[in-house]
């Protein structure tokens, strides 16, 4: 059955049941610097903006033709181990919180408003680990084994799913798990 990805995955793209692969980098971006997140066929698929000229450290994920999909923005005067994400037009895409207590491996929950929490689990810091909806749907698979190159890891996107918000999701677990 053809699906039509979710608005922010690739545009005007069509599939027949297979996931997206991407390429990113271990702490994508330095403030000020931009980076190019890749798809399996080497295309440049989404961009990420590190925003220089604020005073806390924004990563925006934009499409291909620069237009903004979602931000994610360190807080100031929150929990350490919290985050959100924002949709390019305004509004809560996601909050990602750390497990208090993980004792056998790392844990973090997404809290997707109007929809079903996501559930991360794995080696976050070797980048081995993988998304769920509500522990039976797979959502992304994130591994160092995809790729050769030092600092580099890949995340495989399940069909149905909205591409540059799982890569939001992705890039803001290893932005705190390196802080």
């Known amino acids: 059955m053809m699906r039509r990805r979710a608005e922010g995955g690739l545009a ?3 599939e027949a049941g297979g996931a997206h692969r991407y390429k990113m ?7 000020g610097d931009d980076y190019w997140i890749e798809d399996a066929a080497g295309e440049r ?6 925003k220089a000229l604020r005073v806390r450290n924004t990563l925006v994920i934009q499409s291909r033709e620069g237009r903004d999909l979602y931000t994610i923005q360190e807080r100031m005067l929150r929990i350490k181990d919290t985050m959100e994400i924002e949709r390019g037009e305004g509004g809560t895409a996601a909050t990602i919180k750390k497990a208090l207590i993980a004792p056998l491996r790392d844990r973090w929950t997404v809290s997707i ?4 929490d996501w559930e991360v689990q794995g080696n ?3 980048h081995e680990y993988h998304i769920e909806a509500g522990r039976r749907e797979r959502v992304a698979g994130v591994s160092k084994k995809w ?4 600092d580099t890891y890949g995340v495989e996107v399940e069909p149905g799913h909205d591409d540059a918000l799982v890569l939001a999701v992705t890039a ?5 798990s390196h802080d």
């Open 12 to 14: 005007g793209r069509e």
């Open 25 to 31: 980098h271990e702490k994508l971006v330095s403030i």
């Open 45 to 50: 698929a989404f961009k990420v903006d590190g």
């Open 113 to 116: 408003p109007g929809g079903e």
């Open 124 to 126: 976050i810091l070797d």
């Open 147 to 150: 790729f050769r190159v030092r």
């Open 172 to 176: 803001a677990i290893d932005q705190m």
